[in-house]
């Protein structure tokens, strides 16, 4: 049997994209070749966790038009100190001869302390192509929460850093986020989309939506198609500023002329004449007052380089939550509507680590 599914409201939601990932930063990772995008994620790359685990075979740049949730089904329970280990089980599952893939499927890792990952090598310099069970249909950027969330609720501090990051690859990718927004694609192939179907998408999505499967589970997927959406989108909206009123000086009155003449019985003189400045009020220059960057926090990231956006460096720093995890409790609230489930089939069950 499953456990009860976890709802999380979207003001919840809203509370930890304005609240909680307002403290974190966006640190060094790697070099890379998109645009730079202010964010509010550190992501640690592939080198921090992938030592001595290369990719088996070629990578492809992908065309991305959408956001593609997944979970590896694997233990939630892990400690702080075992998420490396878990992103290593996870890429030799993925190369090893069940699956076959390059690499681990997945472009990024969210764990369930916030930590933001590279997955599949590359996915910081770019696009990826990644794969997934069921077939992939491709055009996607897979984010993949490190746990079942079929059985279990995802923290608050991972629902945050999930929001986050979605918000930063929507950026990145140009990909409309509100609430129902859609991408049409043709598949390329998985056992719920059969390639060449023409199919249409949520622009964030859980795997579910794309091939024959439970994951990301019952704990999240809900969440996928109104509430992340929606905080994604806050966190991605610009800062609202009111006209600034522009003081005016008062009113300089005129000086007498003094006498020009050398006749001292005629003194010309200037009438006293006010000059007076009328009010004027400043339209904000919508180009300036535009920010991506989440509003000043009490709490800043000790980890920030002088770079902004994707970053540079190789070290990578870790995810700068500081008093975030306090903030997500905002998020994710966990105000939980809870329902029962009926368990699953075979067919349905959770794979091994990296579904």
Known sequence: MCGSASRFTRRELLGL?????????????????????????????????????????????????????????????????????????????????????????????????????????????????????????????????LGNFHEHAPTPEMMG??????????????IATEPGSTVTFTSRGSNLWPAGTDVVAPTIAGHRDMSQTVCPG??????????????????????????????TEPPVPATSTPPTSADQTTTTTTNPTTTTTA???????????????????????????????????ETGAAIALGGAAAGAAAIVGLRRSRRASDGQSGADRPEPPGD
């Open 279 to 313: 009010p004027t009020t400043t339209q904000p220059d919508p180009v300036a007052a535009t920010t991506t960057s989440p509003p000043p926090s009490s709490t800043v990231a000790q980890e920030q380089s002088g770079s902004s956006g994707w970053g540079a460096g």
């Open 161 to 174: 850093a999930l929001v986050g990051l979605l918000a930063l690859l929507a950026d990145r990718y140009d």
């Open 218 to 247: 019952d704990f999240v997927y809900p969440l996928l198609h109104v509430d992340v959406p929606a905080s994604v989108t806050t966190l991605r909206s610009p800062p609202q500023f009111l006209p600034e009123t522009t003081p």
């Open 17 to 145: 994209a304005g609240g909680g990932l307002a403290a974190m930063a966006f640190g060094p990772t790697t070099s890379v070749r998109a645009s730079p995008l202010d964010g509010p994620i550190v992501i640690r790359p592939r080198s921090v966790w992938g030592d001595g685990l290369p990719p088996t075979g070629p990578l492809i740049a992908e065309d991305v038009r959408f956001l593609l949730v997944h979970h590896t089904a694997g233990r939630t329970d892990y400690a702080e100190s075992e998420v490396v280990d878990q992103m290593r089980q996870v890429y030799r599952f993925h190369t090893g001869p069940e699956k076959g893939w390059p690499d681990v499927a997945y472009n990024f890792f969210v764990d369930r302390y916030g930590g933001v990952w590279e997955g599949r090598q590359g996915s910081l310099d770019g696009p990826i192509v990644a794969d997934a069970t069921g077939g992939s249909q491709g055009f996607a950027q897979l984010v993949c929460l």
